[in-house]
């Protein structure tokens, strides 16, 4: 099942995975939109500021052509900035409705169209929706390369796919369990990261694990609104791709998001701080999809709200924390 | 309004809402019950292997005398290890089923009886439940003494008094939020500590945070499957004294809990480990408790069943990993 899978996106999870996929006994390719970039793969095997202790295996083939990569796979996985997904599978739409199913590993939303990456890929090549599987959950590609154990949930429509999938991802130190739920996997995933860059700011702020631990469960809390208003389960917010990947992100030293909060918290600029990543820090954008998401199904979303307002609007991160915590006193929940 | 307020018991948690209670404008007695302890308060005002950057304010009265510091005051906070709350409140029964209330911080429970905390009181002292409420969240005493923000939770079955202690225990640093669920805030506060020592064994290993996630995300579903079994509203474990209490405890280098699951796993014996503490790990013996209720429940508790078996019957921990690790790939949610 699945003998050749091609990989799309040579970022840090796609090579993590290209790994996995071929330790699992599969004909792996793994395509690097960036011709130059590609070349060096070629040569280095790794990208030493990305992932420095990395190899890819030696049967992880690389390439630059895409067409090429996905012509013989039945398999292929998403392994792309979320803004990009539309322009790459656009350019291998035809090929892309005849394999056996598309894997997203992409969290975000895009922007503008404020759709989750299974509508993006469905409209845009005709990709019947049983079709597509998305796997998420708590899993820094930092621990998945070092053979650290690591949960994650694969979500699609039809059970015999991601069963399938489930069994090809599997590994003795990365589980994977199963979800129907594609809608609440994929919400769960993106809006994670917005409540990541609000971790961030309240660890710029100097504020401790308390505040820490009442951050996340308010942000669990709005981002679970939003997903049961979008037709999502709130169980699934409960999850692996919930709760787990939220707590991952917004603890863990290896997360971009958290990490754009905290410098944001000391007084730099975003432009700054996003022109000094080497990788897409997704939760800038699903700030603004989340708030505009928020607005459109008139979901209250306080943390969302903020942290816009301090991306977006030049509000001042200590004066958002302020805000937050001076809403009024109120019932948790009072039956 | 609680114009008097007694504390009882001196530890870290007991001298910081002493002093809360007394910017609050509290007339605050903080009751030691070791009598030498107490002549170093008096004397110290603070004690230096706890916290030593702390000092109670001078207005708060430090006493050795039980029913003196109980006999004038109209609210009674208990911040008692869980295993000494029936012998202290049986000291004082008569006076205390006389005052408007008692506000219970500790979390655990009973050990033999398995009974929380309010059903101790209300059992021992003839207490009507309404005058009885429990304030549970994350709230490590170490960062509320340096005014970091917190957010933490009332929670009993009389809307007026919950609303009375809110106003009380409320400061511009901590947030009371108010909850009609007792015994999901209870139980919510206790259990978690069982699961926070399974993080501190995680961490011991050199898991990361992948895994962190993971084991925090199956630990709040076998807290809440336990919680509703027991008439708790699964909803309470989503809120701050259910995820948001363990979140905290699962990252902080101030949980004692954590502490504990860490050095079993690099090997060190339980008895040796909790002869070093300066202060009780109240998830040893929750665990066990714990590991009780899920068998007189029929609930499933995976993390907690191993948790008891390290602590208790010798397991070794990268055993237990395994064993949790390991169990058969299934469906997260899968209606």
Redesign the interface.
Same mark, same amino acid.
Request: negative net charge; glycine residues 10%.
């Given at each position: 099942m699945f003998d050749a899978v091609a990989v799309l996106g040579a970022g840090s999870w796609g090579m993590a995975i290209a790994n996995l996929l071929d330790a699992g006994g599969r004909l792996v390719t793994l395509w690097e939109f960036d011709a130059a970039e590609c070349e060096r793969l070629h040569r280095l095997r790794t990208i030493p500021e990305k992932l420095p202790s990395f190899t890819l295996t030696p049967s992880v083939e690389v390439t630059n052509d895409l067409a090429g990569a996905v012509a013989e796979v039945s398999l292929v996985v998403l392994a792309l900035p979320a803004q990009r997904v539309r322009s790459v599978v656009t350019r291998v739409k035809a090929r892309l409705g005849e394999v056996a199913g598309v894997v997203n590993l992409s969290k975000g939303i895009e922007a503008g169209t404020l759709k989750r990456i299974s509508e993006v890929v469905v409209d845009e090549i005709d990709l019947p929706p049983e079709k597509f599987v998305t796997v998420s959950?708590?899993?820094?590609a930092e621990?998945?390369i070092?053979d650290?154990?690591?949960?994650v949930?694969a979500a699609g429509q039809s059970?015999q796919l991601v069963e399938s999938v489930?069994t090809v991802f599997?590994h003795s130190r990365f589980?994977?369990?199963?979800?129907?739920?594609l809608i609440g996997v994929e919400l769960g995933g993106s809006l994670k990261n917005i409540i990541a860059i609000a971790a961030g700011i309240a660890d710029g702020l $100097?504020? /401790? !694990?308390?505040?820490?631990?009442?951050l996340?469960?308010r942000g669990?809390?709005e981002i679970?609104r939003l997903g049961v208003a979008m037709k999502a389960?709130a169980?699934?917010f409960?999850?692996?791709s $919930?709760? /787990? !990947?939220?707590?991952?992100?917004c603890?863990?030293k290896?997360s971009r998001n958290r990490h754009v909060g905290e410098r944001i918290a000391l007084g730099e600029k975003l432009p700054d701080i996003l022109s000094d990543l080497q990788m897409v820090a997704e939760g800038v954008e699903t700030a603004r999809s989340g708030y505009e998401l928020s607005r459109r199904h008139q979901v209250e979303m306080p943390i969302t709200s903020e942290v816009y307002r301090v991306l977006f609007e030049g509000k001042p991160a200590a004066e958002a924390l302020e805000d937050l915590?001076g809403r009024t006193?109120?019932?948790?929940?009072?039956?």
């Amino acid at each position: 099942m699945f003998d050749a899978v091609a990989v799309l996106g040579a970022g840090s999870w796609g090579m993590a995975i290209a790994n996995l996929l071929d330790a699992g006994g599969r004909l792996v390719t793994l395509w690097e939109f960036d011709a130059a970039e590609c070349e060096r793969l070629h040569r280095l095997r790794t990208i030493p500021e990305k992932l420095p202790s990395f190899t890819l295996t030696p049967s992880v083939e690389v390439t630059n052509d895409l067409a090429g990569a996905v012509a013989e796979v039945s398999l292929v996985v998403l392994a792309l900035p979320a803004q990009r997904v539309r322009s790459v599978v656009t350019r291998v739409k035809a090929r892309l409705g005849e394999v056996a199913g598309v894997v997203n590993l992409s969290k975000g939303i895009e922007a503008g169209t404020l759709k989750r990456i299974s509508e993006v890929v469905v409209d845009e090549i005709d990709l019947p929706p049983e079709k597509f599987v998305t796997v998420s959950g708590p899993s820094h590609a930092e621990e998945v390369i070092r053979d650290i154990p690591t949960t994650v949930v694969a979500a699609g429509q039809s059970v015999q796919l991601v069963e399938s999938v489930q069994t090809v991802f599997s590994h003795s130190r990365f589980r994977v369990y199963k979800s129907d739920d594609l809608i609440g996997v994929e919400l769960g995933g993106s809006l994670k990261n917005i409540i990541a860059i609000a971790a961030g700011i309240a660890d710029g702020l $100097g504020l /401790g !694990d308390n505040a820490k631990g009442a951050l996340l469960t308010r942000g669990l809390a709005e981002i679970t609104r939003l997903g049961v208003a979008m037709k999502a389960r709130a169980e699934t917010f409960a999850g692996l791709s $919930g709760v /787990g !990947d939220l707590v991952t992100t917004c603890i863990s030293k290896h997360s971009r998001n958290r990490h754009v909060g905290e410098r944001i918290a000391l007084g730099e600029k975003l432009p700054d701080i996003l022109s000094d990543l080497q990788m897409v820090a997704e939760g800038v954008e699903t700030a603004r999809s989340g708030y505009e998401l928020s607005r459109r199904h008139q979901v209250e979303m306080p943390i969302t709200s903020e942290v816009y307002r301090v991306l977006f609007e030049g509000k001042p991160a200590a004066e958002a924390l302020e805000d937050l915590m001076g809403r009024t006193l109120k019932a948790e929940i009072w039956q």
